[in-house]
C-alpha cells in the first residue's frame, strides 16, 4: 500500500511524462520540511527506488518504476529450524 507522500511523488512524476530530476522533487516537495528539504526528499526517493516504485536512471534522474519489488525470503539448504 502507497504511503501520501508515495502517492503525491508519483502523480508528480506523471505529470512530467513519468520522467524527473531530484531538483525538481525537491522544488515541489522540499518546503514541507523545515530543514534541509533536499536530504529528506532525497531519502524518500531512494527509499520508492528500493521498493521499485521508481527507477534511477542516471544521478539525480528518475522515473516510474514498474511496481513493487519482490524479494522472498530464502532458507539456506541446511537449516533445519528458523533460529538455529
Avoid at 44 to 53: E, F, K
Amino acid at each position: 500500500m502507497l504511503t501520501a507522500e508515495q502517492k503525491e511523488i508519483l502523480a508528480f512524476a506523471r505529470s512530467r511524462g513519468g520522467y524527473f530530476t531530484k531538483a525538481e522533487a525537491v522544488k515541489e516537495f522540499g518546503r514541507e520540511y523545515y530543514h534541509n528539504g533536499s536530504k529528506h526528499v532525497g531519502d524518500r526517493l531512494s527509499r520508492m527506488v528500493n521498493a521499485g516504485l521508481l527507477e534511477r536512471e542516471a544521478k539525480g534522474r528518475y522515473k516510474i518504476g514498474k511496481g513493487t519489488k519482490n524479494k522472498p525470503a530464502t532458507i539456506d539448504a541446511g537449516q533445519t529450524d528458523l533460529f538455529g
